[in-house]
């Protein structure tokens, strides 16, 4: 089962206005084939599927506790495309077209499909594909591929990050960048362990310092870049038996942390009514409140 927490892993900061193209060039990090979904399913796939799990039980807990920090990148990745969705339109009546920035925008599907909310594809459109997914029952290859395609992710973001200046987008690829960089050590740790090839070096891929990147720096000096954590009471503590050591690009000590990440609250979505989102005006509103409070 999976429990679920009304927070975001970072906070993010709420502009007054939009970013419509930026929107576009974050959706490549939630549904392109190196996006957040991508990690999401594949680990979560392999985590399912794992077969001899007491035996192995390190690795199962490794790609386990990724998996569910990989929901939080999925929602976290959504949230910025909302946000950065803000003020591209205005309330209306419909002959004064509303919604008229969304016929030049690059990415329509935020207008005519989603109410300006995220959607589960890429940055042209074309819909998450379970193809992303590699589970092939062996750890050894599973686990390359996890390491593989971690870096790929990370060369995603770093490209989106040059690509705009918008301080939400930054601020997500800033904290992916870090957190990403982290899941390449431990799945190249995980294999080291596993097959005694010590694949760490062939870090960093690409060879660029997170503290290059100043939205990243912050989260490097917290200490995020040597934390995993175990997402459960008592479960999945085994990821110990890996995530120990040091850093190999920092030197710093490896932590496990038994639980969640702080979090940070969730935005408030604003209505819309031009694009008829909720779709519920005051008079609907009065009555839903009535029955609502109709059994207390």
Do not use: C
Request: hydrophobic fraction near 35%.
């Amino acid at each position: 089962m999976m429990h679920r927490i009304n927070k975001l892993l970072i906070e993010l900061p709420v502009p007054e206005h939009g970013d419509m193209n930026a929107a576009a060039a974050v959706q490549d990090l939630l549904g392109g084939k190196y996006g957040e979904m991508s990690t999401l399913n594949n680990y979560m796939f392999q985590s399912f599927n794992f077969r001899g799990k007491k035996k192995f039980r390190p690795f199962y807990d490794l790609i386990a506790s990724i998996t569910a920090e990989e929901f939080g990148h999925v929602e976290l990745v959504s949230y910025t495309i909302n946000l950065l969705s803000r003020g591209n339109t205005f309330p209306g009546d419909p002959d004064v077209t509303p919604l008229q920035n969304g016929k030049d925008a690059r990415y329509a599907l935020h207008f005519v499909s989603t109410a300006q909310t995220a959607y589960p594809g890429d940055s042209m459109g074309r819909p998450w594909n379970g193809e992303f997914v590699t589970n092939t029952g062996n750890l050894a290859a599973d686990l390359l591929h996890n390491f593989l395609l971690e870096i790929g992710a990370r060369t995603h973001k770093m490209r989106v990050y040059e690509m705009t200046d918008n301080p939400v987008a930054r601020e997500l690829t800033g904290y992916l960048l870090v957190r990403g960089g982290t899941h390449i050590i431990a799945y190249a740790k995980a294999l080291e362990v596993l097959t005694g090839v010590d694949v760490g070096k062939m870090l960093p891929i690409p060879s660029l310092d997170n503290n290059k990147f100043d939205y990243a720096r912050k989260f490097m000096e917290r200490g995020l870049y040597n934390v995993l954590y175990t997402w459960g009471e008592d479960d999945y503590r085994d990821i110990a038996k890996i995530w120990k050591g040091r850093n190999p690009e920092t030197g710093e000590e490896l932590r496990v942390i038994h639980g969640t990440p702080e979090g940070a609250p969730i935005p408030e979505l604003d209505e819309l009514p031009e694009q008829f989102a909720p779709g519920i005006d005051r008079e609907d509103y009065q009555r839903i409140l009535k029955r609502l409070m109709e059994n207390l």
